[in-house]
């Protein structure tokens, strides 16, 4: 397998992907900041470049996995950017969970170059390392065929939404449940504990029962609802701004989601 893949954003979700598509025989050149990150690539077989315009020059597919808008803007868009440095028929798939403004704006001042491709994903470090994330893609059907082999070696669910930025409704729609969800199962573990009840308890009889979510699953499974908020609460807290960014930006109210959001005991403000 000769393919090309350019990465640039080897962070926790980002690095694991990186070693799924090495061991599935592409070449993949990264780029990556940190000394202690850089050694791990090299040793896990990528080939690590310095700069943001060499892991996506000669590269068929680039890949994005970046925190915030705010970064995706400055690696795509800047001077020595993926746009700039990239083949023209190269794809370009984002998996940052930003607004749909953001990404349609980038292709609009794009026209001629790679063809970009929203990309947000829904799962764990740990369901990259098996495989088993899920990809939601949107953009232009033969880009999303083009891409979908790579992606496909850290995927077992990759599904096409339809035009650039679908993608991104669909996952900020999802973000919105799972947050409402969250902020029900903190309440409902509130209540419990009024009645007497243990915490591990009730999580453990709603993992079997009718009232079981994959929410309650999460808090369960990080420990309970001090540490589920320490580490999916910062998350979250971004995926709901861009949501509502992206509802401002259209002129519609997230409504009863929003409602449930707010109002329950995370601070997700």
């Known amino acids: 397998m000769s393919q090309v893949v350019g990465f640039v954003g080897a962070g926790r979700m980002g690095e694991p992907m990186v070693y799924r598509m090495v061991a599935a025989g592409y070449r993949v050149q990264v780029y990556a900041r940190r000394e202690p990150v850089r050694e791990r690539l090299r040793a896990g077989g990528a080939t690590v470049v310095d700069s943001i315009a060499e892991a996506a020059a000669s590269a068929d597919v680039v890949i994005l996995c970046l925190f915030s808008d705010t970064q995706l803007v400055e690696v795509l868009g800047g001077p020595d950017g993926v746009f700039a440095a990239a083949r023209p028929d190269a794809v370009v798939v984002s998996h940052t969970t930003g607004t749909v403004t953001t990404v349609t ?52 669910t990759i599904i096409a939404t339809g035009a650039l930025g679908t993608a991104l409704s669909v996952k900020l729609v999802n973000n919105a449940l799972f947050a409402a969800n969250a902020q029900m199962v903190a309440a409902a573990l509130e209540l419990g504990t009024h009645l007497g009840i243990g915490e591990k308890q009730l999580l453990d009889a709603l993992a079997v029962s009718s009232g079981r979510s994959f929410a309650a699953n999460s808090i369960g499974l990080t420990g309970g609802l001090a540490e589920f908020e320490q580490v999916a609460a910062p998350f979250l807290r971004k995926d709901m701004a861009a949501c509502r960014a992206a509802a401002a930006d259209l002129g519609i109210d997230i409504g009863r989601l929003g409602a449930v959001i707010d109002g329950g005991p995370f601070d997700l403000g």
Do not use: F, M, Q, W
């Open 105 to 156: 704006g980038l292709a609009a001042r794009n026209l001629g170059g790679p063809t970009l491709l929203d990309g947000p994903v829904s799962g764990s470090a740990d369901d990259i390392s098996a495989g088993k994330l899920t990809v939601l893609l949107g953009g232009a059907g033969a880009a999303v065929a083009r891409a979908r082999p790579v992606l496909e070696t850290y995927a077992s």
